[in-house]
């Protein structure tokens, strides 16, 4: 129950603020409930500016800085971004491009009045080069990264890691994409025709809350920094309410969950019906061949490649990309008293992210590829299996008991050894994305699982499609125990320390997180 004194000291806003449960009906500007409001042309990257296509092809100069940028009509909201030149071009939150195998080297300068730092997630780096919050640099220094980039084609991101900042400069602004380019990724855009900022289109989804004068708005109660903080406004690419222009034909998006908290059970419909999609990819690139689903969840740090046939709709329909309804599963008891939920928008409510507005147009190629690459299943007869336990103490969440501090290492792996781990959520608690630094991992089981979860289990040991191919996060649901398989292999000098964390930023934060070294 909230007491009254909370309802006392939050009436102030109570016009505005819905209870987490309640039912999302208010009107405000850029409520995705309402279709009509699907107004704002998408933002779509470009060759240079915000978001801005940048083929890496020499040392970057990156500074994190505050800038503003225009994400609500007529108002610019303060935002912090990375901010890059490479050939005479100006660059904010660049999408770095670059081919698997080449050399990455990029120097961050900290022009923030605050620490930072950025971690390149998904990425296979030596730990020094991984972002770690240890690595955290103060205002005015800098940051040297050389790495190669070792990961197969796909869509990965970066974002600040800074040590106990990281969820409120990532809901800043600090965050972008980092695109691996490889053969099966070119096979791809062949066959189908994709264009990069045409029909293949990176798209970031976001909650955020604004106040009155655009500002964004990130004032965690302590309910929301225990379950983390939920936006109201949901922007796709920074756009609220927007609409994409789309004919006939096959298009790939490159979705990524880039929200602090926020779980989406992402569906295309039209009227009432959710068409088809193909996944043809997750976490850590290309699946083996396409699956065909209606449905997916994806939960914040995962990122999930789909083609979307829009010849499915006719020249003038519309078609929502949507959220549907689901069961949160935030169980964790009488909280009332920690302040309520500021956001208007319920987790688990069904809204509308993006609205394919369908025009005229040539039908283009169809036939998907039937194999997309080839996918190696790690050999997990006779491995070790490790127990990731996550629990609950003290209004926050933990791993194998342990809340996060810097320089402790909660346990250890040998070098090239397979493990198999075995991530258990209490039934009392909430879903939680967790997310290891460093190694991408193969999803081998998902046990006890809630209802709406095995539902769309197609693929054998309660896997949903979003499980398939390499991850680098993984939902887990209360109740559930999921089991991923993890090959520690790698050829950098010396151990190496990473991290293994829930992805909901606020946990993050909060201390859901601890160190593991892999052993030279
Ligand atoms: Cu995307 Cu440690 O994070
Ligand atoms: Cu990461
Ligand atoms: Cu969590």
Redesign the pocket.
Known sequence: MISRRTLIKYSGAATLVGTAGAAPINRYPFDPFRAKSFQQKLFIPGGSGPFGVLDVNGPLQMHATTASFPILKGQASPFLLYQTEQAGKAYQNPILRMESGARFQATLHNALPEPTII?W?GLHTPAAMDGHPASTIGPGARYEYDFIVRNRGGTYWY?T?AHGLTAKQAYNGLASFFLVEDEDQRRLSKALDLRLGETDVPLVIQDKQFDASGRLRYQPNMQESMMGWLGDVILVNLTPNAYFSVTPRVYRFRLLNGSNARIYRLAFVKGKTPLKFAVIGTDGGLLDQPQTVAEAYLAP?ERLDVLFDVGQAKPGDDVFLKSLAFDPMENEGPAGHMGVISSRLALGVEFNILKLQVAQGARGATPLPEKLSEIRAIPTAGVPERKIELSMADMRFLINGRSFVLDEISFEVKRGAVEIWSISNPAIGMPHPM?I?GFSFQVVERLNSPGQVSAGARWGRGRTVSDLGWKDTVLVWPGETVKIAVDFSHDFIDSQTY?L?C?NLEH?DGGMMVNFRVNA
């Open positions: 971690h997630h974002h890691h740090g997310h630094h991290l964390h992805h993050e």
